[in-house]
């Protein structure tokens, strides 16, 4: 099985930005989908974004506009650019790709 590692969270300001990384320990290239999810607390685990192996992508509506992912299959990682965070966005997020989670990574937005 897969096993996925986040990085890139931390404490940012509104408005301010991240890049999440998720590095998958086998060949993601023939992983058709890998997806983002992310948990606030008190709240259930919610998709945020999809990205496939021909490089099409699709968003929650939370988040289009603002978040961009992306994948480099030579490196086996897929990535979260994070632009005008809001508060709301504030929670663990996790990356997936067959049927396995990444432990999560923080991301907390404050001022």
């Known amino acids: 099985q897969v096993q996925l590692v986040e990085s890139g969270g931390g404490l940012v300001q509104p408005g301010g930005s991240l890049r999440l990384s998720c590095a998958a320990s086998?060949?993601?290239?023939?992983?058709?989908?890998m997806r983002w999810y992310r948990q606030a607390p008190g709240k259930e685990r919610d998709w945020v974004a999809t990205?496939?192996?021909?490089?099409?992508?699709n968003y929650a509506n939370s988040v289009k506009g603002r978040f961009t992912i992306s994948r480099d299959n030579a490196k086996n990682t897929m990535y979260l650019q994070m632009n005008s965070l809001k508060p709301e966005d504030t929670a663990i997020y996790y990356c997936y790709a067959k049927r396995a989670w990444g432990q999560g990574t923080q991301v907390t937005v404050s001022s």
């Open positions: 086998t060949s993601i290239f023939s992983i058709n989908d």
């Open positions: 990205v496939t192996t021909a490089g099409d992508t």
